[in-house]
């Protein structure tokens, strides 16, 4: 018998992992797997998902612990900012070096 936390093979949970590809860049969702613990899915997701070395950081998370909101809410969560135009980067200009933002 498995205890809340322990897991057998046939039920690893679910991890997603997020890349950045190289440093002051931000992590990209790229897909998910299958591992038993935070370790393997780092593990796990560097060999999937960083082959030919272009990722500098690595994040996993277990499925079950995203919290997200409805797309049904959406109104009550982005709505209300259109008519806040100076949230909008729009009212300067960035630096070429700053070209990934």
């Known amino acids: ?4 936390n322990e897991t057998t093979p046939d039920e ?3 991890w997603e992992v997020f890349v950045r590809s190289k440093a002051g860049l931000d992590h ?5 797997l299958h591992a038993a613990d935070a370790k393997l899915a780092i ?3 560097r060999d999937v998902y960083t082959r030919r070395q272009e990722g ?9 612990q995203i919290v997200a909101s409805d797309p049904g809410d959406k109104g009550m969560y982005f709505d209300p900012m259109e008519d ?5 980067p729009g009212f300067y200009a960035l630096p070429g070096s700053l ?3």
Do not use: E, F, N
């Not at 018998?1 to 809340?4: C, D, F, H, I, V």
């Not at 990209?28 to 998910?32: A, F, I, L, N, Q």
């Open 43 to 45: 593990q796990l997701a």
């Open 1 to 4: 018998m498995t205890t809340p």
């Open 12 to 14: 690893w949970p679910l």
């Open 99 to 101: 070209d990934h933002m």
């Open 56 to 64: 500098s950081s690595i994040w996993v998370v277990r499925s079950d």
């Open 84 to 88: 806040k135009v100076y949230r909008h």
């Open 28 to 32: 990209k969702h790229c897909g998910s």
